[in-house]
């Protein structure tokens, strides 16, 4: 098996769901290009529908949104499922408290498990009027005009932050202030900027000045740097060259990147240049010698979606890789420290797991094995990079939750010269 070649991949899923979200309570038809149509972002644009939204899909992964404005928003005639998408869930968390109408945000078996209070608590002591069960899905929204001028996120995630953003946008009097632990993605600020909306961001705190509309915007959306990680991970493992081209490449999303770099891995960026208010520019990967690394709690939020595979590579790695201040990872689509625990061991190699990290000693000969994913597609993924890269015999248990975030992944793997057989 010979990787190498160029290759596009798939808008990115962040960016995805915000175009999305944005545009629909945009004034006007907002165009956006190379959108992500993943399990995930397609619950987003449901559920805008549900809301009166008009959403026409056009070919090449594009869509046409007719933003009805911050109040032309429809009360739904049943319940709003996010599916597997806890983005989604998040961020409509803090638009849905501002409606004046009723709604009922659900998910699927899997998204009902993780972590509402983060957002929910913060908001119902600034007057919303929200109920959640035992601090999960479902949700419930009653119309309440409540207003704040600062609200604290004390978890690391921008999905929290960008909910407090979106309800932010109804303060039409006065300005409104965020405030986190560690500065986390971006997007959505960036992304509001584009739409008339000013931010400042003044160390760990955002303040979003009054606005009355969104204006629409015609958005192409750069490929996404967490699909792309595990092509990456192909291609420093078995490739003599390979290019992944026009990735998003924000600073809050390129931790992956700084961490293999301190492993020793053979890779750069070249065509670096802003669209769109995002940096975008073409990855450059060949086969590498990786070394161990150390990763500690300020790197992790940069990072969050590759951990499962970059906890593959750092079985492949000379050295020994510890990671700390990783608790964020237990509440992602599955616990993915616990996951990777598993997938590991039932290769029959070594991991030492605690509650907030992992420590790694390599490089480790993986045997043959079935991988439980737990529905996780970043775990899935990660067992076919190691079923192409280190031994046929590793085969994960599901393949179908791929999909929520990179439908084309068997597709763009044929591309650069990996077939997998399931």
């Known amino acids: 098996m010979k990787i190498k070649g160029s290759i596009n991949i798939i808008g990115d899923k962040s960016l995805s769901h915000r175009a999305v979200i944005l545009c629909s309570i945009a004034s ?13 972002t397609k619950a987003t644009i ?6 009166g939204v008009e959403i026409n899909e056009i070919n090449n992964n594009e ?6 404005g911050l109040h032309g928003l429809r009360k739904p005639d ?14 409509l968390t803090g638009l849905l408290s501002k409606q004046n109408f009723k709604s009922e945000l659900i998910g699927s078996t899997q998204l009902i498990k993780r972590p509402m209070k983060r957002i929910v608590k913060p908001l119902i ?26 609200i604290y996120s004390d978890k690391p995630s921008a999905q929290v932050k960008s909910g407090f953003l979106i309800a932010s946008l109804y303060h039409n009097d006065f300005p409104t202030t965020i405030t986190e632990d560690l500065p986390t993605r971006d997007h959505t600020e960036r992304m509001l900027n584009l739409m008339g909306v000013n931010t400042v961001r003044l160390g760990n705190s955002i303040t979003v000045e009054p606005v009355s509309s969104l204006r629409s915007i015609d958005y192409t959306v750069p490929g996404d740097p967490s699909s792309a990680a595990f092509l990456i991970a192909l291609g420093l493992m078995k490739s003599k060259k390979l290019i992944i081209k026009d990735v998003l490449l924000n600073e809050r999303r390129i931790g992956f990147l700084k961490i293999l770099k301190r492993m020793n ?12 208010n995002e940096s975008v520019g073409d990855i450059h990967v060949s086969r590498s010698n990786l070394s161990s690394v150390k990763v500690d709690k300020e790197e992790v939020s940069d990072m969050v979606d590759e951990f499962p595979i970059l906890t593959l590579l750092a079985t492949q790695a000379k050295g020994v890789t510890t990671v700390s201040g990783a608790s964020e990872l237990r509440l992602k689509e599955s616990d993915r420290i616990k996951s990777m625990e598993n997938f590991i061991q039932s290769l029959g190699g070594n991991i030492e797991v605690n ?3 992992f420590k790694v000693n390599g490089p480790q000969k993986l045997k043959s094995g079935q991988i439980k994913t737990f529905e996780d597609h970043r775990i899935a993924m990660t067992s076919v990079i190691a079923n192409l890269a280190i031994n046929k015999g590793i085969k994960p248990d599901n393949i179908n939750c791929i999909s929520d975030s990179y439908p084309s992944f068997f597709s763009d793997l044929k591309k650069i010269g990996a077939n997998y057989d399931s």
Request: net charge neutral; glycine share 10%; hydrophobic share 35%.
């Open 355 to 357: 509650p907030e990290g």
């Open 28 to 40: 006007g038809v907002s165009r956006i290009k190379n959108i992500l149509l993943s399990g995930d």
């Open 265 to 276: 891995a053979k890779i750069s960026i070249e065509n670096l240049e802003v669209r769109d």
């Open 125 to 150: 002591e600034k007057g919303a009027a929200i109920k959640d069960t035992n601090g999960k899905l479902p949700i419930t929204f009653e119309p309440k005009d409540y207003k704040f001028e600062n």
């Open 63 to 68: 869509v046409e949104v007719h933003g009805v």
């Open 78 to 91: 049943g319940p709003l499922n996010a599916v597997n998408s806890g983005t989604t869930a998040r961020l």
């Open 46 to 51: 449901q559920i805008f529908r549900q809301l």
